[in-house]
């Protein structure tokens, strides 16, 4: 603060990422840019590297099936497949699975399911249905965490409520702490970079 102005110690230059997340909590995520798909990967990119793990993205390319995403899923954990995912599926409410493996070729590992969610009604989305997805690959609820990540910061009086809904929370202060632990892909931070630029122009 300097003569009763407040100051950013950091420009969003610096942090683009962030800022994708503030923009997104103050103007919602209903427009049709690439905007909530990057929110996925930066949310994915956090919750990597939060359990120092791997993470796998849906729609990453986006010409792979549900069913064909499980399929490498499984192998990469080493986990036997289950029943097919329904043909109506996109992702089934799941956007990444973050997996830390004991790199001894078994399975019963650890894995996170991520559902994103970078609009301001986030509240409003239904929980991951984990039966299915014990279902899908045959892996044990035990060694399995439902996650969801927001645009918004979650209140105190509101998080023993949105944790007992979705399992762990990221909300943009937990990104914020765990992106920039390691540095943000390039490829990542140039889209990004390019997409807050067009916001700022447009405003």
């Known amino acids: ?14 942090i683009p990422e962030y800022f994708l997340c503030v923009f997104y909590s103050l103007f919602g995520a209903s427009d049709a840019s690439s905007g909530p798909k990057l929110f996925e990967l930066i949310s994915a990119h956090a919750l990597r590297n939060f359990i120092d793990g791997e993470i796998y993205t ?4 986006g010409s792979k099936n549900l069913n ?7 192998d990469n954990c080493m986990e ?55 279902n899908y690959i045959q892996w044990f609820s035990n060694n ?12 105190e009086r509101d998080w ?15 990104i ?12 990542l931070r140039a889209h990004v970079f390019s997409w807050c630029t067009q916001q700022l122009n447009s405003l």
């Not at 399995?144 to 209140?155: E, H």
């Open 80 to 134: 036997k497949r289950g029943i097919p995912a329904h043909s109506d599926y996109k992702d089934d409410g799941v956007d990444a699975i973050a997996y830390k493996l004991f790199a001894d070729e078994r399975s019963g590992n650890l894995y996170i399911l991520l559902q994103c969610a970078a609009g301001i009604h986030w509240t409003k989305k239904k929980p991951i249905n984990l039966g299915r997805w014990t």
């Open 176 to 187: 914020y702490n765990f992106l920039y632990k390691e540095s943000v892909d390039t490829s």
């Open 58 to 61: 849906f729609g990453f390319p």
């Open 160 to 174: 023993a409520k949105r944790v007992s809904d979705y399992g762990i929370i990221l909300d943009r202060m937990r």
């Open 144 to 155: 399995i965490l439902c996650s969801i990540s927001t645009a918004d910061y979650v209140s």
């Open 1 to 14: 603060v300097r003569n009763n102005i407040v100051y950013p110690l950091k420009s969003w230059q610096d």
């Open 68 to 74: 064909e995403c499980l399929d490498e899923i499984a």
